[in-house]
């Protein structure tokens, strides 16, 4: 699961900073804008099956690589 | 009586205060307190108009009827439809009354009408996802009624909100509260009585009728700065406000000028709406788009969803025409912004460069304060 994710976030923001830096900032250093998240959820669900509603998760709970393994692993 | 716009009010605000906060300052709760008070408040501010009152009244009973029977339905049906239909009718009392000047003579509504509406419409839409299962009609009244944020938001969420009011806090978390609450109060008053007062007495008042090119550029920056320091004002009055009753409203505005590109704009100005209008149009659009394919690119989905959200954002200030051209003009500078951003080399080179955002934050600056001089209405 956390490889899914991790290449699921390099795919999406279009860089390995994502692998190199697992607590990287996804928002503020500008990786993640408001098309990639919607992307992000909908992978998510599409190869993970977890369903996740846009105003379910803050961001601060998936700010990271970290976090949001963390999260999706709550989750699961 | 317009909440916040004169002594009167902040009198009886801090008489009506008096027995919250020393609940508070006891640790014992003040929830209920809050919630007579909040009644009150609401009866101050528009007791004194018989349309606003049956308005008010008519609009509440029909949005918990609407709210509380899409619970019970929502066990049964799941279906995307019923949600549409919901969310059509939680918004037709305000279509009616933007609506209402072309047919009839009267003023219908009340102060507020546009900022509660997305309170419900919220719900509705949560309600759908499955996030909101129950609630305690009490908490609805108080979370939609809301005084402290009634006219003009800062709109907040349902669930933050009821998590909020059913705290107890400790004296110190309590006293905290209220630290933070007299302070944004009296900055929000500095903002609003002192700075954009000062704006609008001795700088738009002055400039000229006439509307030359540089009357026009004059007006364009003092507009403005004025906007910015009677919202901004205002929202920390709403949420000074709010967290002396306990709820920790959230900002609206976080340093707006300085932002470095549109995009940032609209994380730091009137953030409560922008965020709503993300959360509640754009993503949504986009996720639905995206999974049905309607387009060959993820990003025609993407523009195409800024055009929708930023119309709508704009044709909800009003129906006029510089309302619209607004929403469509902040639309276009988000849309040629990231196309900017992905496709220019030259971009992705300097955008660490501080020289580059110096630049970057001067031109948003002016972008923006052209995007208020089409909202003020001065150029038609």
């Not at chain 1, 699961?1 to 190199?20: A, Q, R, S, Y």
């Not at chain 1, 393994?69 to 699961?76: D, F, S």
């Not at chain 2, 919630?35 to 009244?57: E, P, Y």
């Amino acid at each position: 699961m956390e490889n899914k994710v991790l290449n699921m976030l390099e795919e999406i923001c279009g860089t390995d900073e994502v692998k190199n830096d697992r607590d990287i900032n996804l928002f503020e250093s500008g990786l993640l804008d408001s098309l990639g998240i919607t992307e992000l959820l909908i992978r998510i669900e599409e190869e993970l099956g977890i369903e996740i509603a846009p105003t379910d998760v803050e961001r601060e709970e998936i700010e990271t690589p970290n976090k949001l393994i963390g999260y999706l692993n709550k989750r699961r | 009586m317009i909440p916040y716009s004169g002594l009167y009010f902040f009198y009886i605000l801090s008489i009506a205060f008096i027995p919250l906060i020393l609940l508070g300052l006891k640790g014992k709760p003040i929830k209920k307190y809050g919630m007579i008070m909040n009644l009150f408040m609401l009866l101050l501010l528009f007791g004194g108009s018989k349309i606003q009152t049956v308005c008010l009244v008519l609009f509440y009973s029909g949005q918990l009827v609407l709210i509380r029977g899409y619970i019970y339905l929502r066990r049964k049906y799941e279906s995307i439809w019923l949600m549409r239909i919901l969310v059509a009718l939680s918004i037709l009392p305000l279509v009616l009354v933007k609506a209402s000047p072309y047919f009839t003579s009267w003023t219908i509504g009340f102060l507020g009408i546009s900022y509660v509406t997305f309170k419900s419409v919220q719900m509705i839409i949560e309600i759908h996802d499955g996030l909101i299962k129950e609630f305690s009609i009490w908490d609805f009244t108080y979370f939609l009624l809301f005084f402290p944020s009634i006219s003009s938001g800062p709109i907040d969420r349902s669930r933050r909100f009821m998590e909020d009011i059913n705290k107890t806090f400790t004296k110190d978390e309590y006293k905290r509260y209220l630290d933070e609450g007299i302070r944004k109060i009296f900055y929000g008053a500095a903002y609003k009585f002192i700075f954009s007062a000062l704006i609008s007495t001795y700088w738009m008042a002055k400039i000229p009728e006439a509307k030359s090119i540089l009357n026009t550029i004059n007006y364009m920056y003092a507009y403005s700065l004025y906007l910015f320091f009677d919202f901004a004002g205002y929202s920390l009055l709403a949420v000074g406000t709010s967290h002396i009753l306990g709820v920790n409203t959230p900002e609206n505005f976080d340093k707006p000028f300085i932002s470095k590109d549109i995009k940032d704009f609209w994380n730091r100005w009137h953030i409560s709406l922008s965020f709503w209008f993300r959360d509640f149009i754009y993503t949504r659009f986009v996720m639905r788009a995206l999974k049905k394919k309607w387009f060959k690119s993820r990003y025609t989905a993407s523009y195409i969803g800024y055009i929708i959200t930023m119309g709508v954002m704009g044709i909800w200030h009003g129906t006029e025409i510089h309302y619209i051209l607004y929403g469509l003009y902040h639309a276009l500078l988000i849309i040629s912004t990231d196309f900017f951003q992905r496709k220019s080399s030259w971009y992705k080179k300097n955008k660490n460069n501080e020289g580059f955002n110096y630049l970057s934050t001067a031109v948003t600056f002016n972008l923006v304060c052209f995007g208020f001089l089409i909202f003020s209405g001065y150029l038609f």
